[in-house]
Nanobody, 115 residues
């Protein structure tokens, strides 16, 4: 079983930056895709960015050019660098790890962007 713990959320003004981290522990398959998702109040959870164990990345159109996902495989950690933040980026951000058999989720971290 995989455990995911996020950190780095907080309150920031529009135009500012935040860096989220997600540390994975437990039985981690070598082939996996880690990602960040977000859920704003009253809305569904949407994918923000993903990165495979091979380093291939994918971004939602709404964050392309502003967010960067990366991973440190030695530390089993994935990061989300968020720049040029907008009020509409306000949400709970969840880390995920997807393998061939299951998807695991972190507990979420709140990101609030004030205008």
């Amino acid at each position: 079983q995989v455990q995911l713990v996020e950190s780095g959320g907080g309150l920031v003004q529009a135009g500012g930056s935040l860096r989220l981290s997600c540390a994975a522990s437990g039985s981690i398959p070598s082939l996996n895709t880690m990602g960040w998702h977000r859920q704003a109040p009253g809305k569904q959870r949407d994918v923000v960015a993903q990165i495979t164990s091979g380093g291939i990345t994918k971004y939602a159109d709404t964050v392309k050019g502003r967010f960067t996902i990366s991973r440190d495989s030695a530390k089993s950690t994935v990061y989300l660098q968020m720049d040029s933040l907008k009020p509409e980026d306000t949400a709970i951000y969840y880390c995920s790890m997807a393998t061939t058999t299951r998807i695991s989720w972190g507990q979420g971290t709140q990101v609030t962007v004030s205008s």
